[in-house]
């Protein structure tokens, strides 16, 4: 067979599925390449992650006998086959973006069900182990952990020793759940090498619970390479006030973490959000001027 691939999104990250996709198929003997016009194709896939607000769809090629469509921007019942989803990908699609480094999952899923995030809905609402490290990696310098929700899963404590183990630099994607933070797991992740840490501060409700494990970390935890405790995405624009987004951003500052603000329906935002996320997230910007109100967008 010959199978054409389309990464709907087309954004600077590699489209995991596809890579998977890829691999099974070499190793069932068939040709994969990226879809092009003027191929012909006995299948073509198409895999678009995000929704149509930040990744508009586009039309179906001629030239295939057969289209599949996956990804959760054409909904969140499609799921791979598990000898597709288990398969070390084949990184050679994306030979910039993989370059030394490996893209993988060791958990799904997530107890919480915020009311802005897909994951509960997608991958169930419970966090649970999904594979072994080496199920992916295989000596990347780097590897870029996407779980949803490590610290709610069980088995978490050996994960994160495997990720240890490795001795590569390791980038947590998304957010680490700070409400579950304790001394044991602040001292497993601090065995890791940290590349990039994240922690989330999504609602005003949940202020206490995320104060107290976000000063656990302080405690027992590593500041980055860049002196700071990580990053704490703070989202906006969903169902907090400005006053509230400032207070975050600030206490977080003082604590020394990196604020990092997230927009919600970002092409629908209000002008000030989108600046308070031009001026928060520029660290040099953010830097030499502590007062949002103070920002000047002409020069910053
Ligand atoms: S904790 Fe994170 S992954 Fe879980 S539902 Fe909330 S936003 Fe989604």
């Known amino acids: 067979m010959t199978i054409g691939l389309i990464d709907v999104d087309g954004h600077n990250w590699p489209n995991l599925a596809l890579m998977k ?32 607000t930040y990744s508009p769809d586009i039309p179906e090629p001629l030239n295939a006998r057969e289209i599949i469509k996956g990804g959760t921007g054409y909904g969140l019942d499609n799921h791979l086959p598990d000898e597709v989803e288990h398969i070390y990908p084949d990184y050679s699609m994306y030979p910039e973006l993989t370059r030394e480094t490996a893209y993988g999952f060791l958990t799904r899923g997530c107890p919480r069900g915020c009311s802005f995030c897909i994951v509960a809905r997608k991958e169930g609402r419970a966090a649970r182990k999904v594979a072994d490290l080496s199920e992916w990696w295989r000596g990347q310098k780097e590897i870029k952990l996407l779980d ?19 001795g590569a630099w390791v980038d947590f994607t998304q957010g680490l759940d700070c409400r579950l933070l304790t001394a044991e797991n602040i001292g497993a992740i601090g065995a890791v090498r940290l590349k990039e840490i994240h922690f989330a501060w999504d609602y005003m409700a949940e202020s206490d619970a995320v104060l107290r494990g976000l000063r656990r970390y302080v405690e027992h935890g590593k500041k980055n390479r860049h002196g ?29 973490f990196d604020p990092y603000v997230m927009i919600y329906d970002k092409p629908n935002a209000p002008r000030e959000i989108r600046l308070l996320q031009r001026w928060c997230n520029n660290r040099l910007v953010f830097r030499a001027e502590p007062d949002f109100y103070k920002f000047d967008p002409k020069r910053g």
Not at 25 to 43: C, I, M, P, S, T
């Open 228 to 256: 700071k405790f990580g990053s704490v995405y703070v989202l906006t624009n969903y169902d907090t006030t400005m006053e509230e987004n400032l207070y975050r951003i600030y206490t977080l500052r003082d604590m020394g």
């Open 148 to 166: 949803p929700n490590l610290l709610a899963c069980r088995e978490h404590m050996d994960l994160l020793g495997q990720l240890a183990d490795s």
């Open 21 to 52: 996709l890829s691999a099974w198929h070499k190793a069932q003997g068939d040709a994969v390449e990226w879809w092009w016009g003027f191929g012909e194709y006995d299948r073509v896939y198409m895999s678009k992650v995000f929704d149509e």
